[in-house]
């Protein structure tokens, strides 16, 4: 018999092989290991019975080795690792690599972690009573100490971790006086590491708040007769910030799996949206497994096997996350699923939300996708009344959205200069928040010190020798760096210009970092830190940033759109927003909307508590709408405006596009090339109904020491715009790894 094989190296496409005699064929999504040039590697096996009509026979290699009797890969999963790759033209070699756990090679001891347990022994029963846990005629013998120790063991025959005794006092000379005595043994075992032990957060709800509200309880009744009838639907939940959607997600978790099924939630982040694991492990107990790649790869492998093995039924995480080998599954939540995180930006291109779309569609479940600020798309979708629309339009105990205020920076260049970084509204209103001891968030969606450097001399800037973007300035005073955001560049800011040699440097434009200035330069009183990339870049330095906002050990966090996820601080009463129209400036098609969302989110972070929330919003184009519209949190009429630019330009949700990338060491390289394939496009694009628009310069187009062109397909037909494109590529086989493509871009940049 003849076997596909999917092998974990990029760009590969499935492989043929052949199951030698008398070896038995392994299962679809079995582990198997196989030759492959010089070398064997091990891959999943991905169809049977396979009939290969272009390779003879005799050429078709045996497999060395299967690895597992049964599946290792669930056969649902292997189908939509098979989706995903054909729909985002990514390749089943890099789509295995997606979709596999970390450290499947083997089950070696070192990818195990082990704890110290104590148990009693036979002689320890002996001394305890048989009544309720007292101890015998002995007790004389044994310390205060050896006594609690042993009637805890007594009760758990088991075994105990030991240090689980030390949290109750019991030391270390404790349990090995017991050892010597032979009245309790110690033994090494193998635990699964838990994920949750590192989680900051202890969840945040009161169990006497616990009764719904009436939205949420409609919404609840609306969501499980739609999960109870078994049948695929998809609901979009649109709810304001602070609605109580994760209370919603919880209950009707908690339905699914009383019937029986499995529940997969997906979020765009973890580590921003901490209250999430904490509240599902809350609720469900260890029956939580989280899948997200923040974890360390020992972590992942235990979680990921123990959903495999069918212990666990609801599975927390990221993306990635969207492929657990959860069985049964009748919930699937995608959280924020507005969010831009949901889609990798490295080969495969998939998005988390559409893919858990297919992956509900596939074993009926209800999938649920959630967003105070939904996407173009799916709102598209519930208007068009594909997707049930669930709405929760007021906060819990009828708190008040922010108000919010919306400062004309131009206004306050006039009075107060042009180099003013925060309003004097803005200033007032933390100063305020510092008086009365509460908390404000204050965000600008830009890393660094200064955004460029420029020569007053020749009026040329400092460039990324690799990249076509101005550095980026970090630090102050001797500290300071010129730093590129691609490809990591980074050097000493200058004395003079290196253009010109002139003297004259100076730096413009300002990012987080400055923005963490002036906030301590304007109220230095406060306690201020800083929440983006660059802050938190050592390992546990976001939870403990966050841990210390929520205990009050700070009073101002500045931020990037970091601080805009998901949080739940209630002692936040203002929010300011710097530069409002920072994304405003991009080339891409999404930038009205993005700057909606984030503005919307982020000004739903204020006021979540007993006291009322303020949002202070600086733009310089105060009458553009999606400021305009998200001061009002008016999401449908944000809608409607932007679906009639999105159909005047011809862009989603109206049409579906491909974003291809041509890349090469010379301009006129990338250019040419791009332009053979528009070419061969062009004769398709007729009779398929698309459009190709292009080749250009990418608006990035210089990047790692890379130029890169670019051209767009259009059209309604994503099928017959994927096999054109595919069909170019393949005639040009040289520039088969020097193409991105990119099915349903979340950005064209
Ligand atoms: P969203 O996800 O819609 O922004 P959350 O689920 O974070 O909103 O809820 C906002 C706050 O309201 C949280 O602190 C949550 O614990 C609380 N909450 C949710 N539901 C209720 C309820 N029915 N009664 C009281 N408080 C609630
Ligand atoms: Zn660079």
Same mark, same amino acid.
């Given at each position: 018999?003849?076997?596909?094989?999917?092998?974990?190296?990029?760009?590969?496409?499935?492989?043929?092989?052949?199951?030698?005699?008398?070896?038995?064929?392994?299962?679809?999504?079995?582990?198997?290991?196989?030759?492959?040039?010089?070398?064997?590697? /091990?891959?999943?096996?991905?169809?049977?019975?396979?009939?290969?009509?272009?390779?003879?026979?005799?050429?078709?290699?045996?497999?060395?080795?299967?690895?597992?009797?049964?599946?290792?890969?669930?056969?649902?999963?292997?189908?939509?690792?098979?989706?995903?790759?054909?729909?985002?033209?990514?390749?089943?070699?890099?789509?295995?690599?997606?979709?596999?756990?970390?450290?499947?090679?083997?089950?070696?001891?070192?990818?195990?972690?082990?704890?110290?347990?104590?148990?009693?022994?036979?002689?320890?029963?002996?001394?305890?009573? *048989?009544?309720?846990?007292?101890?015998?005629?002995?007790?004389?013998?044994? /310390?205060?100490?050896?006594?609690?120790?042993?009637?805890?063991?007594?009760?758990?025959?088991?075994?105990?971790?030991?240090?689980?005794?030390?949290?109750?006092?019991?030391?270390?000379?404790?349990?090995?006086?017991?050892?010597?005595?032979?009245?309790?043994?110690?033994?090494?075992?193998?635990?699964?590491?838990?994920?949750?032990?590192?989680?900051?957060?202890?969840?945040?709800?009161?169990?006497?708040?616990?009764?719904?509200?009436?939205?949420?309880?409609?919404?609840?009744?609306?969501?499980?007769?739609?999960?109870?009838?078994?049948?695929?639907?998809?609901?979009?939940?649109?709810?304001?910030?602070?609605?109580?959607?994760?209370?919603?997600?919880?209950?009707?978790?908690?339905?699914?799996?009383?019937?029986?099924?499995?529940?997969?939630?997906?979020?765009?982040?973890?580590?921003?949206?901490?209250?999430?694991?904490?509240?599902?492990?809350?609720?469900?107990?260890?029956?939580?497994?989280?899948?997200?790649?923040?974890?360390?790869?020992?972590?992942?492998?235990?979680?990921?096997?123990?959903?495999?093995?069918?212990?666990?039924?609801?599975?927390?995480?990221?993306?990635?996350?969207?492929?657990?080998?959860?069985?049964?599954?009748?919930?699937?939540?995608?959280?924020?699923?507005?969010?831009?995180?949901?889609?990798?930006?490295?080969?495969?291109?998939?998005?988390?939300?559409? *893919?858990?779309?297919?992956?509900?569609?596939?074993?009926?479940?209800?999938?649920?996708?959630?967003?105070?600020?939904?996407?173009?798309?799916?709102?598209?979708?519930?208007?068009?009344?594909?997707?049930?629309?669930?709405?929760?339009?007021?906060?819990?105990?009828?708190?008040?959205?922010?108000?919010? /205020?919306?400062?004309?920076?131009?206004?306050?260049?006039?009075?107060?200069?042009?180099?003013?970084?925060?309003?004097?509204?803005?200033?007032?209103?933390?100063?305020?928040?510092?008086?009365?001891?509460?908390?404000?968030?204050?965000?600008?969606?830009?890393?660094?010190?200064?955004?460029?450097?420029?020569?007053?001399?020749?009026?040329?800037?400092?460039?990324?020798?690799?990249?076509?973007?101005?550095?980026?300035?970090?630090?102050?005073?001797?500290?300071?760096?010129?730093?590129?955001?691609?490809?990591?560049?980074?050097?000493?800011?200058?004395?003079?210009?290196?253009?010109?040699?002139?003297?004259?440097?100076?730096?413009?434009?300002?990012?987080?970092?400055?923005?963490?200035?002036?906030?301590?330069?304007?109220?230095?009183?406060?306690?201020?830190?800083?929440?983006?990339?660059?802050?938190?870049?050592?390992?546990?330095?976001?939870?403990?940033?966050?841990?210390?906002?929520?205990?009050?050990?700070?009073?101002?966090?500045?931020?990037?759109?970091?601080?805009?996820?998901?949080?739940?601080?209630?002692?936040? /009463?203002?929010?300011?927003?710097?530069?409002?129209?920072?994304?405003?400036?991009?080339?891409?098609?999404?930038?009205?909307?993005?700057?909606?969302?984030?503005?919307?989110? *982020?000004?739903?972070?204020?006021?979540?508590?007993?006291?009322?929330?303020?949002?202070?919003?600086?733009?310089?184009?105060?009458?553009?709408?999606?400021?305009?519209?998200?001061?009002?949190?008016?999401?449908?009429?944000?809608?409607?405006?932007?679906?009639?630019?999105?159909?005047?330009?011809?862009?989603?949700?109206?049409?579906?596009?491909?974003?291809?990338?041509?890349?090469?060491?010379?301009?006129?390289?990338?250019?040419?090339?791009?332009?053979?394939?528009?070419?061969?496009?062009?004769?398709?694009?007729?009779?398929?109904?698309?459009?190709?628009?292009?080749?250009?310069?990418?608006?990035?187009?210089?990047?790692?020491?890379?130029?890169?062109?670019?051209?767009?397909?259009?059209?309604?037909?994503?099928?017959?715009?994927?096999?054109?494109?595919?069909?170019?590529?393949?005639?040009?086989?040289?520039?088969?790894?020097?193409?991105?493509?990119?099915?349903?871009?979340?950005?064209?940049?």
């Amino acid at each position: 018999m003849n076997i596909l094989v999917a092998v974990p190296v990029p760009a590969l496409d499935l492989l043929a092989y052949r199951v030698p005699d008398g070896m038995s064929p392994p299962a679809v999504g079995a582990r198997v290991v196989v030759p492959l040039g010089a070398r064997t590697v /091990t891959g999943i096996v991905v169809e049977r019975d396979v009939v290969s009509e272009e390779i003879a026979e005799a050429d078709i290699k045996p497999i060395r080795q299967v690895l597992d009797e049964e599946a290792f890969l669930p056969a649902d999963v292997v189908a939509l690792a098979r989706w995903t790759a054909e729909y985002y033209a990514a390749g089943p070699g890099n789509t295995i690599m997606a979709v596999l756990p970390p450290k499947t090679r083997g089950d070696r001891a070192d990818s195990y972690k082990t704890v110290r347990v104590a148990a009693i022994t036979a002689a320890g029963l002996a001394l305890v009573d *048989v009544g309720p846990s007292r101890l015998g005629p002995y007790t004389g013998r044994l /310390t205060e100490k050896q006594r609690d120790a042993l009637d805890i063991l007594a009760g758990a025959p088991a075994g105990v971790p030991t240090a689980q005794l030390t949290a109750r006092g019991i030391g270390a000379d404790t349990v090995s006086r017991l050892v010597r005595n032979g009245l309790a043994s110690v033994r090494q075992e193998r635990v699964d590491r838990d994920p949750f032990d590192a989680f900051p957060f202890a969840a945040t709800m009161a169990e006497a708040d616990r009764r719904l509200t009436i939205e949420q309880e409609a919404a609840l009744t609306r969501l499980r007769a739609m999960a109870d009838s078994r049948r695929f639907g998809v609901a979009l939940v649109h709810g304001v910030t602070g609605s109580g959607k994760t209370e919603l997600y919880i209950r009707l978790s908690a339905a699914v799996r009383a019937s029986g099924r499995g529940v997969l939630m997906l979020v765009p982040e973890i580590a921003l949206t901490p209250a999430i694991a904490s509240l599902f492990r809350q609720a469900f107990g260890d029956q939580v497994a989280i899948q997200h790649s923040g974890l360390s790869d020992g972590e992942r492998h235990d979680q990921w096997q123990r959903i495999r093995r069918g212990e666990i039924d609801v599975v927390v995480g990221t993306r990635s996350a969207v492929f657990a080998p959860l069985a049964d599954i009748g919930l699937i939540i995608v959280d924020e699923e507005h969010d831009g995180s949901y889609k990798q930006e490295e080969s495969p291109r998939y998005n988390g939300r559409d *893919v858990a779309i297919v992956r509900g569609q596939r074993t009926s479940a209800l999938l649920v996708l959630g967003s105070a600020t939904p996407s173009m798309e799916s709102y598209h979708n519930a208007m068009s009344g594909r997707y049930e629309r669930v709405v929760l339009e007021r906060r819990v105990l009828d708190r008040p959205l922010a108000a919010v /205020t919306v400062v004309d920076m131009r206004e306050e260049y006039a009075a107060e200069g042009p180099d003013a970084v925060l309003s004097r509204a803005l200033k007032d209103a933390v100063a305020a928040r510092i008086q009365r001891k509460e908390q404000a968030l204050v965000l600008l969606n830009r890393r660094g010190f200064a955004t460029a450097v420029f020569c007053r001399q020749c009026a040329g800037t400092l460039e990324c020798p690799n990249c076509s973007v101005s550095l980026v300035v970090h630090g102050d005073g001797h500290a300071r760096r010129a730093k590129c955001h691609y490809c990591n560049y980074s050097a000493r800011v200058p004395a003079a210009c290196p253009h010109c040699a002139g003297p004259y440097l100076e730096q413009s434009g300002f990012g987080t970092e400055r923005v963490e200035a002036e906030v301590k330069r304007a109220c230095p009183s406060a306690r201020v830190a800083r929440l983006d990339r660059d802050a938190i870049r050592r390992k546990g330095a976001l939870g403990s940033l966050l841990s210390r906002f929520r205990d009050g050990a700070i009073d101002v966090l500045v931020g990037t759109q970091m601080i805009a996820k998901g949080h739940d601080f209630p002692r936040v /009463t203002l929010v300011g927003v710097v530069s409002a129209d920072v994304g405003l400036g991009m080339a891409d098609f999404r930038a009205s909307e993005r700057t909606f969302q984030l503005l919307t989110q *982020v000004a739903g972070r204020a006021g979540r508590g007993d006291q009322p929330g303020e949002a202070i919003i600086q733009t310089l184009y105060p009458e553009h709408y999606s400021i305009q519209l998200a001061c009002r949190q008016d999401y449908p009429a944000f809608y409607e405006r932007e679906l009639q630019f999105r159909r005047a330009m011809r862009y989603p949700p109206l049409v579906s596009i491909i974003n291809t990338i041509v890349r090469s060491r010379t301009f006129a390289g990338a250019m040419d090339d791009a332009a053979d394939l528009v070419q061969r496009l062009r004769t398709e694009s007729d009779r398929a109904g698309f459009r190709v628009l292009g080749p250009a310069p990418a608006p990035l187009g210089r990047l790692r020491g890379e130029y890169r062109a670019q051209f767009l397909l259009k059209g309604v037909n994503r099928k017959a715009m994927r096999e054109a494109l595919m069909a170019a590529v393949a005639a040009r086989p040289d520039l088969q790894r020097r193409v991105v493509v990119d099915v349903d871009p979340v950005s064209v940049l």
